[in-house]
Structures are given as C-alpha cells and as structure tokens.
C-alpha cells in the first residue's frame, strides 16, 4: 500500500502527517534587532563553500530577530485549531556569500512548537526548541505599547532551562525598513547523517528559498538593546554585540511554496 505524508508519520490518506501539503502561509509580527559583532565569528559558523562578505559590505551585521507566527495550509484548517497554528521563535540571521551571490542565512534559531521544528528541518533552518516570548502591540487599553513614538517592547528567549537573550526595543516612529541583514533569499544547507553514523551525510544539499504573495505592514524604528547570554549547549557567543543599528517592528505575510537546491554534496 502507498503510503502518503509531509513528511511523516505516513499513512494510507496521509492526515497524520505533522505538516499539511505545501503551500504554507504565515502571518505575524517581527521584533528586529540589527547590530554589529566581529566578522571572524561569523565566518566560524559558515560551511565550506560559503563565505562572508568583503569588508566594505557590512560583513559583521547581525539580526536577532523575535516572531510571533500563526500559520496554516490551503485549507485553513489549523486557524479554527489554534494550537496547530500559533507558534513563536527567536533567530539570528547573518548575510554570506556563495558562488558569488549575496544571501541571508539563519545560523541559530529556536521555536516553541514540534511541527515549526520539523518544517524548518525540511527548508534548512537549524531549528532547536525553546521558550520564547515578546511583548504584542495593543489598539486599545493600556496593557501594551501603541506602534506609535515611545513604544516599548520586551523580547526573551530560553532553552535547556538557561536564558538565552533578552532584548528590548523602544519606537521612535515610522522608518523605511526593518533593516537589511534579513532582505535577501535565504542560503541553508539540508543535512543529515545516514544510519551507520560513520560521519557520511545520507542528505547534504545547499537550498535557497524566498517567501511568495509577501505583503508587508508599516514599519516603526528605533532604538534597542540586547544582550546574549552563555549556555553549556549553545554558541551564541560567537554573535555577542558589539554595536547597535537599531529595532525594527513589521506586520509580515508570506507564502512558502517550495524552494531551489543549488547543489548536492
């Protein structure tokens, strides 16, 4: 019997897959913090094949980026089961080179729900769990900030039961974009080992993908903070700041249809 799933468990009908049928749509809301760290940690954390930028690109720019997700398939059928739905994740985005070709590429990030987990498996994040939360904007009452000049947001981040980053961002008011770090299609290696363990990958691929149908909300900037801390099962101190750009707030939605495998290693 053919068995049917994306990708498993698979099943005759393929309904208790972790992931609906492509395509996904997303909406949420990005908290960005763009800052500077030292370029030679960054080039620590790309693989063979890829480097970072020249020094008069900007090579050391950094986005911490908070996201509060809901997300769904054609269907729509996890929005009226929210739990299938909504999801947050923290992740840090650097810019690289490869053949000759500028992207952004996720090197950590962490999410709060298994089917995000699994889903960014099959695009290439790094994806791992954790504990994330962020401030949400309010329209009325008093129990949030206003997207409006002195708007204040909290953004934190956990895992293995350690504080992982924390950050805060604070509006000065509208600005043209939410930073340039994360604006260009997205560079990831799919990886993973086959059965015998014996360091040869079964799947080792370079991917590139972009979201499609993007539709953007208006953009606040200002200033922000953020600070990393140490873990015994992390690296994020290879991304310690250095100097702060600015924070970023924007309402984003997007479609993920599918992506393009660059090469097979």
Known sequence: MKVRGLPFPRTADGGSSILPPLPWHYSGDLLTVE?????ENIAKLLPEGVSILNADEDPGAVAFIWADWQSCGDDGVELLDPIRSQYKEAFAVVR???????YSRCVFIWVDKDFALVRGYLQGYPKKLGSIHQTRPITV????????????FGMTLAAGDRRLAQGTITLDG???SNGFVNGHAM???????????DG?????????????NLELGPVYGGRASLEL??????????LQP????GGYFRTVGTTFNGGTTLAHE
Request: negative net charge; proline residues 8%; hydrophobic residues 30%.
């Open 96 to 102: 690289c080179r490869y053949e000759g070709k500028i």
């Open 229 to 238: 801390f140490d873990s015994p099962s992390e690296e994020l101190h290879l």
């Open 174 to 176: 509208p600005a043209e």
């Open 35 to 39: 800052y500077r760290t030292n370029p």
């Open 141 to 152: 009452g008093s129990a949030g900030p206003r997207l409006e000049k002195g708007g204040k």
């Open 242 to 245: 250095e100097e702060i750009i």
């Open 200 to 212: 040869v990958d079964s799947l080792s691929e370079v991917v590139t993908m972009a979201g499609i």
């Open 187 to 197: 560079l990831h290696h799919r990886w993973f080992p086959r059965i015998e363990l």
